[in-house]
């Protein structure tokens, strides 16, 4: 008797499979974290005192809205003199990204995730972070084959981007020699 073959697996039950992970994380985001914080706000309150302890926490948001404020700034200024100058701001981004998030982690209330929001967001300590989010997401990119890849001899976007291709080299993206050309009309 030949033995069935096995069905193939539906992309759902693959995805469930593979997304398995997250009720556990969600689980801990919203439970063994404010836990956490709660037990370490009554370990300073033990330590320092309550209104020490309120004190402590209300200088940690105003210092953390500093940081958020100057080192956003700073993203900002290099995010735009990247796309000024012509090139992909993968690092600028990563930045802000890495600020966005820590600063979301600073409006909650608590020591912990303060920490680890300051540690996000302070200059010195993000490039530890930002080769953190590089691995993750590039394992996350999907390479299709025989597309264009990311690095050495090409941009990852096609032609018509990347280095060569900017303000003031007199080349421009579009149909090479010989391409199709498709006429039109602009109507506003």
Not at 108 to 120: C, K, N, Q, T, W
């Amino acid at each position: 008797m030949s033995q069935p073959h096995p069905q193939p697996r539906s992309p759902r039950t693959t995805r469930r499979r593979r997304r398995g992970w997250v009720r556990p994380v969600l689980a801990a985001a919203f439970v063994v974290i404010p836990l956490a914080e709660i037990w370490a706000i009554l370990q300073v309150g033990q330590l320092v005192g309550p209104w020490w302890t309120i004190l402590l926490l209300v200088l940690d948001s105003m210092i953390g809205a500093w940081l958020i404020k100057r080192e956003g700034g700073r993203a900002w200024r290099a995010l735009r003199e990247a796309l000024q100058g012509g090139r992909m701001p993968a690092r600028e981004l990563a930045d802000g990204a890495l600020i966005l998030i820590g600063g979301t982690l600073m409006l909650s209330p608590g020591f912990l995730l303060d920490a680890v929001g300051i540690l996000l967001i302070l200059p010195f300590t993000r490039p530890v972070a930002r080769r953190l989010l590089t691995t993750v997401v590039e394992r996350r990119l999907v390479v299709v084959p025989g597309a264009a890849q990311f690095g050495a001899g090409g941009s990852g976007f096609g032609p018509g981007f990347g280095p060569g291709f900017g303000p003031g080299n007199g080349r421009r993206p579009g149909p090479e020699a010989g391409g199709p050309v498709v006429r039109g009309d602009v109507v506003e």
